[in-house]
């Protein structure tokens, strides 16, 4: 039998297959093209390889190809006779995560975690901006997923894609400078990682560091092929240093080019994102400016036109208000309704209050989008994404007040942003 990386066994006979899943795998955490294809190469040499196959899930997962995913982690239970415990756990783990049930699967993980700390793959999956975590519709999520990496610390000493992920946690928990040594040291480890390049990203511009982060994610892209899955949104974050410039003109080309849902192969749910909030960021700075809310509107109309996940929901439901798609937003907001009273929707009722405020805003309704936003604002995590995704909320809501003649509402907002940076973990 061979181990992967971090000394757990997998279960196959051919070294062959071993050594390409190990180069996918830490293809697959640093957010690296070319992982599908070392999964493919390790499932040829052997077909009955079921940590190949529960990778390739994954990984299909994470490019949004869930119906692919799923026919992966079918054939992953098809090739579990000999496997381990752990693998075994590992596929009823990808298996609860693509059935939808996200707080099983968050528990499943959790508890395997507890028993196998060394099993990245499975730790990968509460994490990150939409992760098991995220997704949760707990309000501190955030400081969860910190909380775990503390606790499987001592399991990875100066391991590069550990020390990317512990940064990004502690950054996101409001601990940017601790977060931001780590993520440095993640890059030292291994240059070539867009994930912690790009949590990197999210360091400088919540400490106020634009000139670093547009030098740094400018030098690392062009390392970066435009198919790795968080190209288009680190251009996404170059955008947002220009707009900290208020260089409109700079952060639109960077849509035209590298955003877009037509030149973008991100996948979708940060296609749909990355696209409606860098707009609605414009729109805000500049209300006058004629923006191609229509092409991103029908990209959300073919991608997401059901409701039921609630980050995908606001941008789509402030798409529909833009481009006057009333019926739409009329569906979604009923969705989310009935989505609530069954008991379905993780995040809760603030993911209407938020589509709501959005689309009185849409429509000039400034007083209307400010009470429905700001007291809001509390549970806007649940939602999930990054806080520098969310922050447009808080923008939104800023902008609502100032049109609305409430100052001081607009500046208490602002102080409370700057109040959640919490000092270093000891």
Not at 375 to 386: D, H, Q, T, V, Y
Request: charged share 25%; hydrophobic share 50%.
């Amino acid at each position: 039998m061979h181990e992967d990386q971090r000394g757990l066994r997998i279960t196959t006979a051919s070294a062959e297959a071993a050594e390409a899943y190990r180069t996918g795998l830490d293809l697959m955490l640093a957010a690296w093209p070319g992982a599908l294809d070392a999964f493919d190469r390790a499932l040829a040499a052997d077909p009955r390889f079921a940590a190949g196959h529960v990778a390739r899930a994954r990984q299909l997962q994470t490019l949004g190809r869930v119906a692919e995913a799923k026919q992966a982690i079918a054939a992953a239970r098809a090739t579990l006779d000999g496997a381990t415990g752990r693998e075994a756990s590992q596929v009823a783990i990808l298996e609860r995560a693509l059935a939808g049930d996200g707080a099983g699967a968050l528990a499943a993980s959790l508890a395997h975690i507890a028993a196998h700390p060394r099993d990245a793959l499975v730790l990968s999956l509460p994490l990150g901006a939409f992760g098991l975590y995220a997704f949760s519709g707990r309000p501190d999520h955030d400081r969860a997923r910190a909380a775990l990496c503390d606790a499987v610390a001592p399991h990875y000493p100066n391991d590069w894609w550990f020390e990317g992920y512990i940064g990004w946690s502690y950054a996101e928990a409001g601990a940017l400078e601790a977060g931001q040594r780590r993520l440095l040291r993640a890059l030292e480890l291994r240059p070539l990682n867009a994930n912690a390049a790009h949590a990197l990203a999210h360091t400088r511009l919540d400490r106020g560091e634009i000139e670093a982060g547009r030098h740094e994610t400018e030098t690392f892209l062009p390392h970066y092929d435009r198919s790795g899955t968080l190209n288009a949104h680190l251009a996404w974050h170059l955008a947002l240093f220009a707009l900290e410039r208020d260089d409109l003109a700079t952060a639109l080309a960077l849509y035209e080019s590298r955003i877009a849902p037509s030149v973008s192969q991100a996948p979708p749910l940060n296609t749909l994102t990355d696209s409606a909030s860098l707009l609605w960021r414009v729109m805000l700075r500049d209300p006058a400016r004629t923006l191609p809310w229509e092409d991103v509107a029908a990209y959300a109309a073919e991608r997401f036109p059901n409701a039921g996940l609630a980050f995908a929901d606001l941008h789509a439901a402030l798409l529909e208000a833009v481009t006057g798609r009333r019926e739409a937003l009329a569906r979604r907001m009923d969705a989310l309704e009935v989505l609530v009273a069954d008991g379905r929707l993780p995040a809760g009722p603030v993911v209407a209050a938020l589509c709501r405020g959005f689309a009185a805003y849409a429509a000039g309704a400034f007083d209307e989008a400010a009470d429905l936003l700001v007291p809001a604002l509390p549970e806007a995590a649940r939602i999930g994404g990054s806080g520098a995704q969310r922050d447009m909320i808080e923008d939104t809501a800023i902008a609502a007040c100032l049109r609305a003649g409430r100052e001081e509402t607009a500046r208490r907002i602002l102080r409370r942003r700057f109040a959640r940076r919490v000092p270093a973990p000891s």
